[in-house]
């Protein structure tokens, strides 16, 4: 059978989609592009936010039309929103054949091919832990690849319906990483991203706890990876950040090929409005770990998760998260307009901000973004930057692209010997408005 997958939502929901992926190939079927020549369609789907809902019932609604041309077309949903809306997915959508849970996703292909001998309609959203064994299948490894080390998270967040659909934080075993990460580097694999919804509390077997001084688990795990010969990075996201001990912050630091950039949700700069969103750390206490970061790693680059319009957010918590966010100077920033999802603790509350005033604040942190981002990198015009070659640039076929440490996208002219997943020095010689242009030394 060919199988068409699409993804909605986070990276963790795309390496689902490769690890799924790869276990139809492994039992003889064939993934394509083309929804209209498909015989299974598989949606993995998001309920973090509403649109991104929205957009996946939009889609699978639509797909209507190709099951009454081929009634043996068939179409399941997996990931978040199946998880949160079950059978009400099947009741709304007469033309889906089945619904898989996150705890379900490890049986996809045999829920499948159960459907193609008797075509009876399947939901199940049951928790299992067999399905982050599921998670070391990869397909077509290049340069880089990425694996989950935890599957849920334990904070509950009063936002959030993460645990909720993704269920309690799991770690997976260190040696099954290390193992999986020695198999991708010996089919050419040169960075490797950890993904987890906490990823630093890896290893923590579940404790709500930030761990004690000196004990980090995550931290012995990326000291492993740092010594897989053949390995050039280790990225990682997202962080939590109560969990940057001096343990963790020294690996950070004393590893090389751990990259200096790192993902800090930071949601509000207010006080009052990261106690709502039971973030459980202050302001203060998210500076201070900043400036130990920076102390101990210099260059480090910072990105970050930031939520406008929370229920109660005035125009002073406003301000202080506008002005946090400046003082850390976030090269990179997602920031998004609150919206209430069914099920989380914050639905309860009155939506007391406007759309139109949510609007406002978030174009003002964007504005901030773009106005920090062109200083940063008009001051790298003239520096010699490290990259990893990742390929012929999307936008001009005439040259690569290539990563730093710090996470700057740069735009180059190959020569005649650069090779994908290779490290080479760029001069820097000029700028746009989100990445740099260099050429190689």
Known sequence: MKIFIKTYGCQMNERDSEAIGALFEKSGHTLCDDENSADVLLFNTCSVRDAAERKAKGKIGYMRKLKNR?????????????????????????????????????????TVENIARNRQRVSSTLPSLEEIDMLGEHRNNSWSAQIAITRGCNRFCSYCIVPYVRGREVSRTRDSIIAEAENLIANGVREILLLGQNVAAYGLNGDIRPPAEGHSPFAELLEALNELPGLERIRYTSPYVSYFNDRLISALASCSKVCHNIHLPLQSGSDRILQAMNRQYTAQSYREKVASLRQAIPDLTFSTDVIVGFPGEEESDFEATRELMNEVGFEQAYIFKYSPRPGAKSALLADTVSEEEKLRRNNILLDDLQLRIGKKLKNMTGSTVEVLCEGVSARNSSRWTGRTGTNFVVHFEPDTQVKTGDLRNVRITGCGQVSLFGELI
Not at 71 to 80: A, H, N, Q, R, S
Not at 88 to 109: I, M
């Open 70 to 110: 081929n009634p043996d077309l068939i179409i399941g949903v997996m990931g978040c929103m199946a998880q949160r809306l079950g059978d009400q997915l099947l009741a709304e959508l007469p033309h889906l054949d089945f619904v898989l849970g996150t705890g379900q996703l490890h049986k996809a292909l045999e």
